[in-house]
């Protein structure tokens, strides 16, 4: 199965806009989860003659529609719900292999490969995955899986665990709901009890939530199964292609690949991919102090190689830092992330990370609120105390009208030296840089052009 992972690229770049004082790091690497499922072909066949021997009943009882219509459009099947934080939450694994022959014999809608099989079993839907963070997508409930057609719920299966990681043979929570024309679709590996609390034979709506994205059942990890029957159990692919005539099922057709940047984020250290069923460590932060480091990360789904990745940090003086990446591999997702240290003693304040791809475009606010900063420790005229010469070589003086305990800091907030807000100070021995000189309720800033 190893040749069916499509890896999670991490790249690395170095942040240069203050070359001076930027630090040097590179390095790569991957993570390679890919949502995938799994049933046998009993299993599948007993779950398709109980959805067919519901209808059979609720089609005596009078419950369902005599009159069939046309094969229905479906809308995408998968929302998320209020609070959601990133830019998108899904990308898709695997479709429909139409390849009968198994094992090793794959080929989907596009007579490609985006699609697999094993001994017996042919993949028979379309795997919707959620990213980035599947664990913490469904831990919070952010992906709710929604009715792509209206119709009938007929089949529903509830309780069964939904933290699994492997592909074995057990039961998935899932609904199925027939609509007018007597096609089924069918909604695998859902959250446990999320589903609706609805009953066989109740109306499903156009978009309705029926339950939330999971991994239950023989269920590698969070993701939507999203399946298509017939009247007969026959498998459907709503996607066409040369390997799939016919039209399209989706209301808004669908492409073989839809490159998307999901989330642009900031964080205090790289984030955390444990081992499945545990959550990720996010490392999430949005408010950095001067001579933080940070890690400017956009994740994203089908990057192509030969791309382009514009990402860009707009400071809160409206100053643009731009730069580029290159995809040299091609992933079904991805992660590209900067790591990043600033000397922004006189930029604090509202910065934004932007990541632009293939016409998809994610912001994110973050905040650099320096403790040293003058902007935050104002000098009020009356009792300002001055520096000169600044920049200093070698000396400076400070004056004021009222002596008091001062410090000499870095731009980290290390304390280099004790000083009185009026005397004399010898600097020759500290290394050239931008420094502040902080009092109890004030401080400015110092350019120290000194030993290197």
Known sequence: MKNLIRNISILLLICSFWPSQSQTLSGSGEYGFQAMDYMSDSLSKAIDAQVRANSKLLQAKGMLPHNKTSNPSFDWPAKVNAGFPYCSYWGISFFVDHDTNNPNHVLD???GSRTYDMSGFNHDGTDIFLWPFPQYLQDQGYVEVIAAAP?????????YPDHSCIISNQYDNEIVILHSNGIYTYYG????????????GDTIALGETVGKAGSSGASSGPHLHFGV?????????PFTGPCNAGNSMWTIPRTYYTPNVNAALTHS???VFNPCPGLETLNLKDTFNVGDTFYCIAYLRDQTIGDTLFMSLTAPDNTVYDWTFIFTISYNNSWVYEYCWYD???LPGNWKFTARYKGSSCEHNFVFASPLSTNQLKIAPDDAFTISPNPATGFFRISSKHTEDAGLYDRVGNKIMSLKTNGNYDVSNIP?????IRSSNHAAKIVIQGRN
């Open 432 to 436: 050239g840089g931008i420094y502040i």
């Open 229 to 237: 029957k017939d009247s007969l159990s026959h498998i459907i692919d």
């Open 151 to 159: 119709g009938i719920l007929v089949y529903k299966a509830d309780g």
């Open 344 to 346: 922004v003693t006189d």
């Open 269 to 271: 250290s790289m984030p």
């Open 189 to 200: 590996h859902l959250k446990k009890n999320s589903l609706t609390t609805k009953n066989i």
């Open 109 to 111: 809608f596009n007579c």
